[in-house]
């Protein structure tokens, strides 16, 4: 499907945005029909903001610690995402919980990657929690936000064997490169309007 504009992305993100790095040197490669307009973070110190810097994306810092509540700096947020026009919000390593202020106005519009296959291993460390448990099997995770800890509808899975002697070092490292390939793939099959969601079922057509 030929969209009339490209789809316009913001990446929410807290940390060092390597998920962020990929999607936008996908995009900037050509094949997605997509634009990253705004990255919004809540950690100056977190490197993606250098990395938006040098796409010249704008960013959108806050601190969270500067607002009453979760749903005050959240109201902030949709604000500015309804001014620039965001129709997809891309999750890559964002720490904090989301309320329904953000969550409603775009279910179905907000998606997550996570380092684990879920529903196993939802929240914090999920590449420690596979490695204590002794899963022989763990990977990566794109589903849609509804609220609650990485539990809505999985859109695409990779799987990464976990390999003897794996610390969470060496097992992210490769649970990261499966996500640098999944993620940009998703976000095309979303801009294409190839992917369908009903209840729980997530549905990607072949064109």
Sequence with gaps: MTRAVPLKIAVFASGSGSNFQALADAIRAGGIDATISLVVCDKPSAYVLER?????????????????????????IVAKLQDKGIELIVMAGYMRLVTNVLVEPYYGRMINIHPA????????????????YGAKVTGATVHFVDGGTDTGPIIAQRAVEVQEGDTKETLGARIQQAEHAMLPEVVKWIADGRVSLSGRVVTVSQC
Excluded at 52 to 76: D, G, H, M, V
Excluded at 117 to 132: E, H, K, R, V
């Design 52 to 76: 938006a810097k040098a796409f010249e994306i704008e960013s959108y810092l806050f601190n969270p610690k500067e607002f009453a509540s979760r749903e005050a700096y959240e109201e902030q």
């Design 117 to 132: 296959l879920l529903p196993a291993f939802p929240g914090m460390d999920g590449i420690g929690q596979a490695i204590a």
